[in-house]
């Protein structure tokens, strides 16, 4: 096949195992690190810190329970969408949360049924 580039993966001796199966053929892309065995993507210098710095920053709902990832939150009034001509209502339940330094203030990654994906604010929820 003439004109077809040749792709030739080489694994680095250098580049950690993967976190969540142990793999030894983890490669970059980008700023991640990549499992092609779990499809686990980490970055390797937020990891390191993540550790550190995990029991330092709890982050609380709007109550004072602290939350954590894969957490099941409702949301506590009605939250304005940009470009959406309806509100996420009271009493939404947004499974399955990851905590993370978002935008501004907010803090939590989320998928909310009919919305899609986006970042809320821990102060617009409470822990279910």
Not at 39 to 50: C, F, L, R, T
Not at 56 to 65: H, L, P, R
Not at 84 to 103: F, H, P, Q, W
Request: aromatic residues 4%; negative net charge; glycine residues 8%.
């Amino acid at each position: 096949m003439q004109g077809c580039p040749v792709y030739h993966w080489t694994v680095s001796e250098t580049l950690p195992p993967c976190p969540e199966c142990a793999s030894e053929y983890t490669y970059e892309m980008g700023a991640l690190l990549v499992c092609p065995e779990c499809a686990h993507e980490w970055s390797p210098a937020v990891s390191d810190e993540d550790d550190a710095g995990a029991e330092s920053t709890e982050i609380k709902d709007a109550v004072g329970n602290v939350l954590a990832d894969g957490d099941t939150v409702t949301v506590i009034k009605d939250l304005k969408v940009k470009g959406s001509a309806t509100a996420i209502k009271v009493g939404t339940k947004v499974r399955n949360i990851r905590l993370v330094n978002g935008v501004g203030d907010h803090d939590i990654d989320c998928k909310v049924d009919g919305f899609g994906p986006m970042q809320l604010k821990s102060s617009v929820v409470k822990k279910v």
